[in-house]
């Protein structure tokens, strides 16, 4: 991918005064098709570009009037403070995105964020596998590109599971920062054949796993490194209504009891995770 500091020329002004210290107005600076309903957008917001971490999330605003009501989650992929810009990365899936995928370079936008817990990496860590299921990898090439910069000689694999090779993307960003990448697609046309828990047992000699995806995905690779002596931590997603913490809507079941996906995650300790109840 290229230096973006060239890229991101919409929107150079001061972007406008930030609402509160989570509300902000910004503009899109970046929006392209990178595969089929797969968008990235880049949006001016130097304070968000400044202060997220990899696994929080930004809660977009897509629409002034009613439909969609609520606001989107999406995770941030990754930061240029230099520019001002934080991107994201997502699929068109319904009313919201199909929204988001029509706005273009120099639109408005309004988030609040970073909201979230990031991934937490102890320093002692020095072989990290990364396994991101379909968008899920989102907040890990944040915390591959991340960790490159700020922990030299840090190992990194990256596990990219996808349903075929048009859902495989950015591999070649991925490829400059972990020494081994690999795809693995449900119908085999790129990389191995099958699905990512399906090769867990090669992760072992990891210091650490974080992972990102679907439930019935978490749930296979809790299962299978369940008495690994070493910690398995994945970004949750779930349904969101404020983004903050107070209307309850985006509870997950934990050893501890009820916790909010949107304040004590999207990160959290795999292991402390009851999958078993439908989020
Ligand atoms: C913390 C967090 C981070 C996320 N990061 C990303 C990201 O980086 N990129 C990305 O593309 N998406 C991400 N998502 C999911 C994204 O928020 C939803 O895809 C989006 O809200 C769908 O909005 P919509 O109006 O287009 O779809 P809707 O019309 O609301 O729903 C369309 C379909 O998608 C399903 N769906 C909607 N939201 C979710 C969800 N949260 N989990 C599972 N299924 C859902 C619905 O069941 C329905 O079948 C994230 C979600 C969370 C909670
Ligand atoms: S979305 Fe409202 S508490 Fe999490």
């Known amino acids: ?19 509160s210290n989570r509300h ?12 089929p309903r797969i968008w990235v957008h880049g949006y001016r917001l130097p304070e968000v570009a400044r202060r997220a971490q990899p696994g929080q999330f930004v809660h977009l605003r897509l629409n002034d009037g009613t439909a969609p009501l609520l ?4 995770s941030v992929l990754d930061v240029y403070p230099g520019d001002g810009v934080a ?26 964020a970073p909201l979230g817990s990031a991934f937490q990496v102890p320093e002692n860590v020095r072989r990290l596998t990364l396994a991101g299921g379909g968008i899920g990898m989102v907040p890990l090439y944040f915390l591959a590109k991340e960790l490159t910069a700020a922990r030299p000689g840090i190992e990194l694999d990256y596990w ?8 495989v993307y950015l591999l070649e960003d991925l490829r400059q920062w972990c020494k081994r990448v690999e795809a693995v697609t449900e119908d085999g046309s790129a990389g191995r054949k099958g699905r990512l828990p399906d090769y867990a047992q090669e992760w072992r000699g990891a210091d650490m796993i974080a992972t990102c995806g679907p ?14 002596p070493v910690p398995v931590h994945a970004a949750l997603e779930s349904f969101m209504g404020c983004g903050l913490g107070a209307c309850l809507g985006c ?9 909010r996906v949107c304040t004590e995650g999207p ?11 439908p989020a």
Do not use: C, Y
Request: aromatic share 6%; proline share 5%; hydrophobic share 45%.
């Open 215 to 228: 439930i019935p995905m978490l749930r296979a690779i809790q299962a299978t490194t369940a008495d690994w």
């Open 160 to 167: 990219f599971g996808a349903r075929s090779a048009e859902e």
């Open 1 to 19: 991918m290229t230096d973006r500091a060239t890229t991101h020329a919409i929107g150079m002004e001061a972007a406008t005064p930030p609402l």
């Open 24 to 35: 902000f107005r910004g503009q899109v600076v970046e929006a392209e098709e990178i595969a």
């Open 87 to 112: 991107r994201i990365l997502f699929k068109v899936v319904g009313t919201g995105t199909q929204i988001l995928a029509g706005k273009r370079p120099g639109d408005d936008i309004d988030v609040l």
């Open 71 to 74: 606001r989107r989650p999406f």
């Open 251 to 259: 509870v997950l079941d934990t050893v501890d009891g009820f916790e």
């Open 267 to 277: 990160v959290f300790d795999l292991r402390r995770l009851n999958l078993e109840v």
